[in-house]
């Protein structure tokens, strides 16, 4: 069938390809253009970019009029009027994930699930961080992200205190082997939707970044758990909600609380360990620059005993010559 499209053959065989899908078969084709607009209207945005074209090339075939054509264009999803909706995860329902998860006996899902809920990671990195804590038993392990790189990860003490009582429980190995992406991935749908909420790993990491965010967390370190190279990429996980927004504008004119004893004497307190603890470096400091004097002072006394040795050995050598010179004298004499 020849359309009147300028296109090479094979790109009017695909779109007539597209006309016979999107009309089941060649006795449809010829429908009133209302049905067909409906039609259209019902596909999904990426099915609709090549449907246009297709009808635009075989136009005449099924009798499209210029204004039918802006209609339909008119009738075009567009990305922008139709952004994705991920699910937002409240408080609520992450206190109830969470509890629920604490007294779960399964211990390879309640660690799969307490990664992702308390460090933000992707569902590929979760079983690396488990086995590098087990190997490492630290509280910041790396582990490989996106484009191989090393991203460095710092669990927090409730997670910690979970991996370790999997440690002492002695089926550590057999619990990291049940850990996949897709077990992973079976595992968050099950939580959220005992939550009710229709989503997967990533939501977690959503909340996590949001979490931060609404905790005055500056994006800068928000970035670096995340593990991001570009700021903006953080700034496609944190947004401002409308209880935020309305909450910023009514802290307008809210008094800045005063200061009371109680917080002065805490922030004396505070003083006083950073001194201390300034005091200690010092020391350690002070410490390491008399070791290195110390070994630079010996290191010089080496030196010099090294010149002095070398010029001992050079007198022994020329005497030692002088020595063989006299006896072939006495030699040669006799």
């Known amino acids: 069938m020849k359309g009147n499209h300028k296109a090479c053959e094979d790109t009017k065989k695909y779109y007539w390809r597209v006309i016979k899908v999107m009309f089941q078969d060649n006795t449809q084709i010829h429908k009133p253009f209302n049905e067909m607009l409906e039609i259209y209207k019902n596909e ?3 099915m609709q970019a090549v449907m246009y074209p297709s009808m635009v090339c075989y136009r005449d075939l099924l009798e499209l009029t210029d204004e039918h054509l802006d209609l339909l264009k008119h009738n075009t999803k567009q990305s922008k009027d139709e952004p994705k909706q991920h699910p937002i995860i409240s408080d609520e329902q992450f206190d109830r994930m969470y509890n629920a998860m604490l007294s779960n006996d399964d211990y390879a899902k309640k660690i799969m699930l307490a990664v992702l809920m308390l ?5 590929s990195e979760v079983r690396e961080l488990v086995e590098n804590y087990v190997k490492y038993r630290s509280s910041v392990v790396y582990v490989k992200c996106k484009g191989n790189k090393d991203r460095s990860l710092y669990l927090h003490p409730e997670l910690v205190k979970l991996l370790d009582e999997a440690i002492e429980t002695g089926k550590i190995e057999q619990i990291v082997k049940k850990i996949s992406p897709n077990t992973v991935y079976t595992c968050a749908r099950e939580a ?9 790993c990533h939501d977690f990491r959503r909340h996590f970044a949001q979490n931060l965010n609404k905790r005055g967390v500056r994006t ?3 970035k670096k758990l995340m593990g991001h190279d ?10 401002d909600t409308e ?7 009514n802290n307008q004119l809210k008094p800045v609380p005063p200061v009371t004893s109680k917080d002065y004497v805490e922030l004396i307190n505070k003083y006083d360990r950073i001194k201390k603890q300034l005091e200690v470096s010092q020391k350690s400091v002070n410490e390491l620059v008399s ?3 110390r070994i630079n002072n010996e290191k010089s006394e080496m030196g010099r005993n090294l010149v002095e040795m070398r010029k001992m050995l050079k007198r022994t050598r ?4 002088d020595y063989k010179a006299k006896q072939k004298e006495i030699i040669v004499y006799y």
Do not use: C, F, P
């Open 243 to 249: 209880e935020d927004l309305h909450q910023a504008i």
């Open 230 to 239: 570009n700021v903006n990429t953080t700034y496609i996980y944190i947004h």
């Open 291 to 293: 070791e290195v004097k």
């Open 220 to 222: 800068s370190m928000v």
């Open 44 to 46: 999904t945005r990426a």
């Open 192 to 200: 959220l939707k005992t939550a009710g909420i229709d989503g997967a």
């Open 119 to 123: 460090t933000g990671v992707r569902r």
């Open 318 to 321: 020329e005497n030692h010559l």
